[in-house]
C-alpha cells in the first residue's frame, strides 16, 4: 500500500516540478608539430605529439555554478586526484561571490608565455628552484566581492593542502624509514592524501585585490600565508601585477617575494628559502588575424638547507637517510628566459603559435661559482633553446 502511495505522490508532483540546469564542457588543447630541444652537455631532441590538454565541466542553475577540471595529466593512483578543480559556486548576495570545493587559489596574476608557462606553473627547460608556485589542488573556501562594475574585485581565501602527516596514538609524527629495530634511516614523513584538511594541522590563508578604475588596465595584489602543525615558521609570499587587455596591445606584468621554511623530511625541503621573481611580456596584434609576442622571466632563489643530526625516540635512533643533504650548505640559483614569437589566428578559438625560447641557469654552492653538478639542482650553469610550433584550440 506505501509504494502505491509512494507511486502515486511521484506522479502527481513530478508533472509540476521543473529544474532549470545549464551545462557546458570546456577545455583547451595544444598539439605540437614542432618542438625541438637543445640543452647544452645533453643531446638534442625532437618531440611530436600533446603539449597541453585540460578539459573542465561547468553546470549552472539560478545563483549556483559548480565546476570539475579533470587532472588527466596527473597521478590518479593517488586518492582524490581524479579532480584537479571540484567546487561550488554561490552569487546569492548581490555583488558576493562564495566558492567551497577543491580548486586553485588566487593570489599570483599568472600569465602564459610565448611558447611555455610561467616558471610559476613549471614552465622551464632547465627546472627551477622556487616553491612560490601556483596554488592548485587545494581544498579551499573563498570569499570575493565586487566585479568591474564596482571598480574592483576582493578575493579572501582560506584553504589547505590535500594531504596531512599521519600521527601515531601517543602523538609522535610517523616516519617512512629503512634499517635495524634500534637504527633507523629516514626518508620521509609518513602522509595521507586528505578530501579537505583540518585547521589544527595546517593552515593556508590568501588575499588578491584586483583594481579595474583605468580602462583596459588591470592591477592586482595578492598575499599568501601557509603553515602546518610540523613547521616552525610559516611559508608567505607578496605579489603585484598588472595586464593590459586592449584590441591592438597586450601587456602582463607580475612581481612575487616569497619565503618558504619546510620541516626535515617534508617533499622539496629547505630550512630557509628567499626567491624573487619577475615576469613582462607583450601581444601586438598586426592585424585580425596576425600578432607578434616576447616574454620574459628572472628567478632567483637563495636555499639554505637543513642540518641533520640523529635522534632517539621511544629507544629508536633516527638519523636522515644518506640521499638527502645533512650539511646545510646554501645554493643560489637565478633562472633567465627570453621567449619571442608569432600567432595566427585560425578562428575566433584556435591559433598556431610559432616561437622560440631561450633559458640560461647559473647556480653557486657555498659561493663556488661554475660547478657543472651540484647535488639536488637541476642543469646547474647550463643553457638551452627550443623552437617550437604548436595548434592551440579552445573549445
Known sequence: M???????????????????????????????????????????????GI???????????????????????????????????????????KNFKITLGKGVVKFQNLHWGVVA???????????????????????????????????????FTLWGDSSDVQYDEKGNVKYISNGSATSKFITAYETKAVPSFTTQ???????????????????????????????DKPTYAIDFGATLDSTV???????????????????????????YFIQTGLQYHIDEYWSVLTNLEYLHVKDQAHTYTPFTLDGITYSADSKINKLGKTVVSSNYKLEIGAQYKLSKSSFITSGVLYERKLAALDGIKDLSSIKGVYNPNTEAFQLLSSISFWF
Do not use: H
Open 249 to 275: 596591445w597586450e601587456y602582463w606584468l607580475d612581481a612575487i617575494y616569497g619565503f618558504t621554511s619546510k620541516s626535515p623530511f617534508e617533499s622539496y625541503t629547505t630550512f630557509r628559502k628567499n626567491e
Open 201 to 231: 594541522k595546517q593552515l593556508g590563508l590568501a588575499n588578491k585585490f584586483e583594481l579595474y578604475r583605468t580602462q583596459d588596465w588591470t592591477f592586482t595584489t595578492g598575499q599568501m600565508y601557509y603553515k602546518n602543525k610540523l613547521q
Open 117 to 155: 608557462n610561467t616558471y610559476q606553473d613549471g614552465g622551464t627547460i632547465l627546472e627551477s628552484e622556487n616553491s612560490i608556485r601556483k596554488l592548485s589542488n587545494k581544498a579551499l573556501l573563498a570569499i570575493a566581492y565586487g566585479n568591474k562594475g564596482v571598480g574592483y574585485t576582493n578575493t
Open 51 to 93: 603539449g597541453v590538454l585540460d578539459l573542465k565541466i561547468f553546470a549552472e542553475q539560478d545563483n549556483m555554478t559548480a565546476a570539475i577540471k579533470l587532472n588527466i595529466d596527473g597521478n590518479l593512483a593517488i586518492q582524490n586526484n581524479l579532480f584537479e578543480e571540484a567546487y561550488a559556486t554561490y552569487r546569492g548576495f
Open 2 to 48: 506505501k509504494t502505491i502511495i509512494f507511486a502515486f505522490l511521484i506522479a502527481v508532483i513530478l508533472p509540476n516540478v521543473s529544474f532549470a540546469l545549464d551545462a557546458a564542457v570546456k577545455g583547451f588543447i595544444a598539439l605540437d608539430g614542432l618542438n625541438y630541444k637543445k640543452i647544452q652537455r645533453t643531446n638534442d631532441s625532437l618531440n611530436i
